[in-house]
């Protein structure tokens, strides 16, 4: 037996091995590889946004914000991907909490040429989201997980969708676990989630409303009048900050650390700590070595699962739907 037949031996095996375990969803583990449609998919994938998240993990942070702004409206169809036209001059894209915060579009935009360069018109934009968020994970965070892939990019994207299924900084747990269930997440999902906020950037303008007139009870004093240092008042240009000033740049449990310690910049992470069960597992993420990778983990797959209309196309580049 040749080497290339033992080699697709073994993935073919491998790949019966994973269809056995696969969720009540239509996404599959490895569909690229096992359906034979473009084995190389994920590995290019993870090529072009090491190549930038290596150098900018900011892009990092940006990728797996995509994730979910993206699942959460509309299900992972890369509608936040679609820029204005002239069909469609307002869609998610432009929506408040994506403009102009969301970063990490020249990522998708590369990745998907170095797929279609090989193997053209079958790989979705929706599943390059998801593979480059997983692969932010790693880089950021040293977390491991497969991806189920198999969707399908969405030909509708509607900015005033974005606002009624996202939450909002200023959002109360009731608010946000509400949201959260909307789409079939659990409170552990918030929570496990909710620690993407260890790494990457935000806007003043998200948080000055705890800073100003007076700095918000619910948040240290001391980092309050830091952040006041960072974003001061009615000032002309709105700065960015980390979000984690402790380890800015890994995906890890100091995010419960800060929100213990009522240093989370938005109201909804101090929220975690209104409720017994989630200020239980968010001392669980914070004492307990691991539990917040593997749960993360999890998390980001449960995210992935979210469906959308189930109808669809496999776009030929990101921003623009199939003409
Ligand atoms: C629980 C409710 C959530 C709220 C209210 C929220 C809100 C926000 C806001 C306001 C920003 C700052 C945007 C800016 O001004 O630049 C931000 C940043 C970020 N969020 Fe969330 N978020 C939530 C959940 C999540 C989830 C579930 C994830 C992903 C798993 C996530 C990942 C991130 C990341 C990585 C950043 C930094 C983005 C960058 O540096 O470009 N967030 N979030």
């Known amino acids: 037996m040749g080497a290339r037949n033992a080699f697709q031996i073994i993935v073919f095996l491998s790949c019966i091995l994973i269809f056995g375990t696969m969720s009540a969803t239509s996404l599959e583990v490895d569909y690229y590889k096992c359906k034979q449609i473009c084995p190389q998919a994920e590995e290019i994938v993870k090529g072009v946004v090491y190549n930038y998240v290596s150098k900018e993990p900011g892009l990092g942070a940006g990728l797996i914000r995509m994730f979910f702004h993206d699942c959460f409206v509309r299900g992972c169809d890369a509608s936040v991907l679609l820029d204005p036209s002239i069909l469609n001059p307002n869609p998610e894209k432009l929506a408040v909490p994506n403009n ?4 990490g579009f020249e990522v998708i935009d590369d990745a998907k040429s170095a797929v279609e360069n090989v193997c053209p018109g079958v790989v979705s934009c929706a599943d390059i989201i998801a593979f480059a968020a997983r692969d932010a994970a790693f880089i950021l965070g040293n977390i491991s997980y497969k991806i189920p892939s198999g969707r399908l990019d969405g030909r509708v994207s509607n900015a005033d969708e974005v606002r009624k299924a996202l939450p909002a900084p200023f959002h109360d747990l009731t608010v946000v676990k509400a949201l959260f269930a909307a789409q079939g997440l659990s409170t552990n999902d918030v929570v496990a989630l909710s620690g993407a906020h260890s790494i990457g950037r935000s806007h003043c303008s998200s948080f000055t409303n705890r800073l100003y007139p007076t700095i918000d009870p619910t948040m240290d004093e001391g980092f309050g009048y830091f952040l006041r240092g960072k974003c ?18 890994e995906l890890d449990s100091q995010y419960y650390q800060n929100v213990a310690d009522r240093k989370g910049l938005f109201f909804s992470d101090w929220s975690l700590l209104t409720s017994g069960e989630t200020a239980s597992l968010l001392n669980d993420f914070r004492i307990t070595p691991g539990l917040f990778e593997a749960k993360f983990a999890e998390s980001m797959v449960n995210m992935g699962n979210i469906a959308g209309s189930g109808q669809g196309e496999i776009r030929r580049i990101c921003r623009a739907v199939n003409y």
């Open 232 to 249: 001061p008042e009615n000032a002309p240009v709105d700065s960015v900050v980390t979000q984690d000033f402790v380890t800015p740049t």
């Open 100 to 103: 102009p915060s969301l970063r």
